[in-house]
């Protein structure tokens, strides 16, 4: 199993940046992808953004392209999430996860954290 902590979601106003954090412990050695989702209240969970185990590869969603930036240190099990320039579409609870494979599809994850909470206000 794999457990995933997301952390650093918050309150910011438009055009401002925060850096969530997820944190994995666990048999992390079995999952080469991790993954940032959102989802906002309404709608089903989103891809923002994957990375893969060494970090040479890298994929954003269109929506988020040019304004956030996917980072990992492995030494410390951590994936980073930085989000600049926010506006109010960026409201959401973010959720990172794990999978084998390269994929964008939610459905392909295996292991997710519980989320944190990022509001935008204008």
């Known amino acids: 199993q794999v457990q995933l902590v997301e952390s650093g979601g918050g309150h910011v106003q438009a055009g401002g940046s925060l850096r969530l954090s997820c944190a994995a412990s666990?048999?992390?050695?079995?999952?080469?992808?991790m993954a940032w989702f959102r989802q906002a209240p309404g709608k089903e969970r989103a891809f923002v953004a994957a990375?893969?185990?060494?970090?040479?590869?890298?994929r954003y969603a269109d929506s988020v392209e040019g304004r956030v930036t996917i980072s990992r240190d492995n030494a410390k099990n951590t994936v980073y999430l930085q989000l600049n320039s926010l506006n109010s579409e960026d409201a959401a609870v973010y959720y990172c996860?794990?999978?084998?494979?390269?994929?964008?599809?939610?459905?392909?994850?295996?292991?997710w954290g519980q989320g944190t909470q990022v509001t935008v206000s204008s």
């Open positions: 996860g794990v999978t084998r494979g390269w994929s964008s599809d939610r459905n392909d994850y295996d292991y």
């Open positions: 666990g048999r992390t050695y079995s999952y080469n992808v």
């Open positions: 990375i893969n185990w060494s970090g040479g590869r890298r």
